[in-house]
């Protein structure tokens, strides 16, 4: 489905009402990856403009904003055909790990513009290489620390809701870690790193992925402490 075809107008007493039911699912049911991704939009549109401005200001991502890629298997297979050493062979082997996919992520359904709805679709599709740019797993500590960072990049509420529903999920140990050495990083992370947004990651998966989280200002996440 292509993003034109996804969208759904609505009304703003109807992006309320999907917003506080996404909002209310999402704690009831923090797996439904569509009620998120339903609250994310709904409560996004200010964000996801800043970013778009973002976006045309800079050369990658005005170049973004023209071609629209696509994190799909069609445009990034490639990936796993390239050198161990590389970036797209690190996000391959990330997803494959995992038995993830690239086409499993839901279409964004409740931006007003194709643009917005575009930034939105992006926002959604690079989640997985910053979590291979970041070392993140994609465990509950791994996917709330990589959410301060969306937050740092893109100040949108629904990350922010996550982390918290996030910490009230974790036990003990889980919560003091997370406290004590995942968020200070994660804050440190998302504002020393390049506009992350901005960058047209497809273009360089050939390149060392040592070399890319240099030149974006990466800081990998802290090594599970013992």
């Given at each position: 489905?292509t ?18 039911g ?12 569509d ?61 494959g ?45 791994g ?35 997370f ?12 504002r ?27 800081i ?7």
């Amino acid at each position: 489905m292509t993003i034109e075809r996804a969208r759904v107008p609505l009304s703003r007493w109807q992006q309320a009402a999907v917003a506080m039911g996404s909002a209310v699912g999402a704690l009831v049911n923090p797996r439904r990856a569509d009620l998120i991704a339903a609250l994310g939009e709904t409560t996004g549109k200010p964000a996801f403009e800043m970013v778009l401005e973002r976006m045309k200001k800079s050369p990658e991502g005005r170049a973004i904003m023209l071609e629209r890629p696509r994190v799909v298997s069609e445009q990034v297979g490639h990936a796993w055909d390239l050198p161990d050493n590389t970036f797209g062979a690190a996000y391959a082997k990330f997803m494959g790990s995992r038995n993830f996919s690239p086409d499993d992520r839901p279409p964004v359904r409740f931006m007003e513009t194709d643009e917005l709805a575009y930034v939105a679709t992006r926002a959604r599709e690079v989640h997985d290489l910053w979590h291979t740019l970041f070392g993140l797993p994609t465990n509950l500590i791994g996917e709330s620390a990589l959410k301060v960072i969306e937050f740092e990049q893109m100040y949108l509420p629904m990350c922010m809701l996550s982390v918290i529903g996030g910490t009230v999920r974790f036990n003990e140990k889980q919560r003091w870690m997370f406290l004590r050495h995942y968020l200070p990083w994660a804050v440190r992370a998302g504002r020393q790193c390049t506009d992350l947004m901005c960058v047209y990651y497809e273009r360089h998966f050939s390149e060392d992925l040592e070399q890319v989280r240099r030149k974006w200002g990466i800081i990998p996440a802290p090594q599970h402490p013992k």
